[in-house]
């Protein structure tokens, strides 16, 4: 396996795409899909002595552009098997149904967010504006969990790992080694709740997708940006402390606030947000609230959500630590 690094100004930073090169020819994710990408990906495997027309097979972790944007592109030259989880399968395919219904559950999200209307009609403005990352439609082969793909190399199965996006998936060999896409990544905590408006309950998916990894006891994980995870367990326990500590902080940010809806809570705790954030900050919060509300720790009201005496209490008694999850 190499790994192909390719720079991203878009998103997280810096994208892995992952070249398999036995008796065929795979590919995990494909980096972004802008003229800057292409040239990078077909860089990057010429210095194998390959190009996309060499291509056999192309597993995507998910549909994001930053991981599925060249897909088109490949399959155009080489008739690739494209591979994505079943649920974000119509979004690789380009279908326009599925691309509207998303764009309309945003909108209703912002709404429901109590983002206010000038921000939400230039975040929207933004969404369709950016390079096109997605490329052109996919014909593309739906996978689910515990598919095996037998891509020459190496045998891979597929670890269905939603949260971030419906259908984000990792890849395990028998030995050890996990692909992780966006499900585990060493620097930042994947959005969760902004990313993927599709998915309900997006923070509880992705806390059930920790445990699923930390209980695999991986012995390292390649992530789709960055670099290696040396012990993806401590990792993936990591990422879920880390939102204890920001549930936390949401149930904070309603003590103060008293009643208030995401969007509300996304300002108190991170200020002015641009650009993509603007999508990321109130649907984390988002996130947050609608799991903290499932537990009943909190209250959902007409006006916004607001602290349960329990959980003020609850809260007075503990010290600075994360609010368990
Ligand atoms: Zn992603
Ligand atoms: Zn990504």
Redesign the pocket.
């Known amino acids: 396996m190499e790994r192909i690094q390719l720079e991203n100004t878009v ?2 930073g810096q ?1 892995n795409a992952y070249l398999f090169d036995g008796d065929r020819t795979a590919l995990i994710d494909t980096g972004v899909g802008t003229d800057a990408g292409k040239i990078q990906l077909e860089q990057g495997l010429a210095d194998y002595g390959l190009s996309f027309a060499d291509v056999d097979t192309v597993l995507l972790t998910h549909y ?1 552009g ?2 599925s944007g060249l897909a088109s592109d490949i399959q155009a030259v080489s008739g690739a098997t494209v591979h994505v989880h079943q649920a974000d399968a119509r979004l690789v395919a380009g279908e326009p149904v599925a691309w509207d219904a998303l764009a309309t559950r945003q909108r209703d999200l912002f709404d429901e967010w109590g983002m206010p209307t000038v921000t939400k009609e230039s975040l929207v403005e933004y969404l369709n504006s950016g390079p096109d990352l997605y490329g052109e439609s996919v014909d593309v082969e739906p996978f689910v969990a515990g598919d095996v793909f037998d891509i020459g190399e190496v045998e891979l199965t597929a670890i269905h790992t939603p949260g971030h996006t419906a259908g984000l998936s990792c890849f395990a060999t028998d030995d050890g080694v996990v692909f992780s896409g ?1 499900a585990l990544l060493p620097v930042y905590t994947p959005n969760v709740g902004g990313a993927d408006v599709r998915v309900d309950r997006s923070l509880e998916r992705y806390l059930k997708t920790l445990k699923t990894i930390a209980d695999r006891e991986f012995d390292r994980a390649w992530p ?2 960055r670099n290696l995870i040396e012990d993806p367990t401590a990792r993936a326990l990591e990422v879920f402390e880390h939102h204890e500590v920001r549930s936390r902080r949401v149930l904070e940010a309603l003590q103060r606030l008293g009643l208030a809806n995401a969007w509300e809570v996304s300002a108190d705790l991170f200020g002015d947000l641009e650009e993509i954030h603007v999508l990321h900050g109130p649907g984390e919060a988002y996130a947050h609230l609608e799991h903290l509300e499932h537990a009943g720790d909190i209250e959902r009201t007409a006006g916004g959500y607001r602290l349960t005496p329990d959980t003020e209490e609850r809260l007075d008694a503990i010290d600075d630590e994360g609010w368990p999850l």
């Open positions: 998103f997280e994208n994001h930053d991981h966006d789709g940006h």
